[in-house]
């Protein structure tokens, strides 16, 4: 494949990820294989990825901030819960195979195509959350999720972020950017530090997935997430089939 069409769609499929994880999540399903499939090993596309996930979110939190929906108390109080978890993920996901961590990438994302289409959000729940002390110890598996293979995490936020917190969606994806930007900073540098990271391939990702993420904040805003979750549910099934081997 020419190196100028390599990187073009490096930045295209970022774009794509981008857009796609602030309005919804999943994102990585489509970033991550494509590292892959692209030559790097498993674990390093794993760290690579992150590049793109940190830069997004920081992009996607302005982005929100500059149309009013913040509460970084809020947000960064829920972050701090996740960061145990989320290196002790990182660290756990540099030690494993690559054969395994590509088995268990597989079916996690038959999992999340599962939790797409069983999955059901109305848009009648307040912009505060209400207390409940049960988000805690859930923020500090999801960051050990996170950090480990951070592909779906967007889903198991916003499902936890509705139901248990009963804010509204807008206000869901709000925290989530946010959340994840705080928790990958220390999943990154355990990559950083391990030698996974490559960082051409990163950068560009990253720079398509810092406009996905800013423009996803401001559709997020105005609605029209049920077109993407269509077209990510196929998106992930052909992905997982093909990491699987079935075709």
Known sequence: MDEWLRLFLLFAVGAIAGFINVN???????????????????SVANGTNRIGIAVQTMFAVSSFRRRNFHDFKTSGFMALFTLPGAVLGAFLSIRIGDQWF?????????????SIIFSSYKKDHAERPVKNWLIYPVMLGIGFYGGFIQIGVGFIFMASL??????????????????????????????????????????????????????????????GERTIRIVLVVAILIMALKMLGLF
């Open 102 to 114: 590509q088995r268990i990438l597989g079916i996690v994302m038959i999992g999340i195509v599962f």
């Open 162 to 223: 509705y139901h248990i917190l009963h804010i509204s969606l807008i206000h869901v994806n709000m925290h989530k950017v946010f959340i994840i930007f705080i928790y990958t900073l220390p999943a990154l540098a355990v990559f950083i530090i391990s030698g996974r990271i490559a960082w051409i391939p990163g950068l560009i990702m990253a720079a398509g997935m810092a406009a996905g993420g800013w423009w996803g904040a401001h559709a997020v805003v105005k609605g």
């Open 24 to 42: 919804a999540g999943g994102g990585s399903s489509l970033t991550l294989p494509a590292l892959i499939l692209l030559g790097l090993e498993s």
